[in-house]
């Protein structure tokens, strides 16, 4: 069994678990939703709508299909102010422990203020930092203060600094994923990681497995 935690599109493989992620408008419903996915407001897309948008969120988060929060985050490379992008963010944790769901983040320079909201907030649930592709010293800060992470087509290249993080991060904590990348295969990020940790791939798979299930059933 492989899992892709983090992806855009609708890949049905009987193999596959397909976290498909979607960012929540005002007109998504139920019968749009896969048996897999993920439901946030993503800080890229977030307009005068949101409020609304929000509402709609709430109303399907609860369901069983939806078995994670987010994508939701901060972004120092978009004009959304940083005071509303964590105000938004703090509406999506509270959102989560309510529903006892993991918090998926997309986070662009702003770790600074992730971990201040962590520390301060006293959350129970997961905070999986997803397409984490950051030096060494970052992901040590970041694990120091029980993230978990989701590592994706950054470490396909040898000389991404992520690759040290994929060497040195503990079993239960990360999962792999193909984002954005349509042409990616989620078997080729697992090809990779089980070269960079040298472990066998049923291995892997069955760590990955456990992890999921570990993130996944809060309830």
Not at 23 to 47: A, K, M, R, Y
Not at 135 to 160: M, N, P, T, W
Not at 177 to 206: C, F, G, M, P
Request: proline content about 4%; some cysteine.
């Amino acid at each position: 069994m492989f899992i892709d935690f983090h992806t855009h599109y609708d890949r049905q493989l009987p193999n596959l678990i397909n976290l498909q992620t979607f960012h929540v408008t005002t007109i998504l419903q139920e019968v749009d939703l896969p048996n897999t996915c993920s439901l946030g407001l993503h800080p890229w897309f977030v307009d005068e709508t949101w409020e609304d948008a929000w509402q709609n969120l709430e109303a399907l988060a609860s369901l069983e299909q939806v078995v994670a929060i987010g994508e939701c985050g901060l972004d120092r490379h978009i004009n959304l102010p940083i005071e509303k992008q964590i105000m938004i963010f703090q509406k999506h944790l509270e959102l989560a422990e309510s529903i006892r769901k993991p918090l998926v983040i997309h986070c662009v320079r702003a770790f600074a203020e992730l971990i201040a909201l962590k520390k301060s907030s006293k959350s129970s649930v997961p905070w999986i930092i997803h397409g984490f592709h950051k030096k060494i010293e970052v992901f040590q800060q970041l694990l120091r203060h029980d993230f978990y992470f989701s590592f994706g087509a950054a470490i396909l290249s040898d000389r991404a600094p992520v690759i040290q993080a994929i060497a040195n991060v503990p079993d239960s904590k990360f999962l792999l994923e193909t984002d954005d990348q349509q042409d990616l295969n989620i078997k080729q990020i697992y090809d990779r990681v089980v070269t960079l940790r040298q472990v066998s791939l049923e291995t892997l798979q069955t760590q990955l497995l456990e992890t999921y299930h570990q993130l996944t059933r809060l309830c």
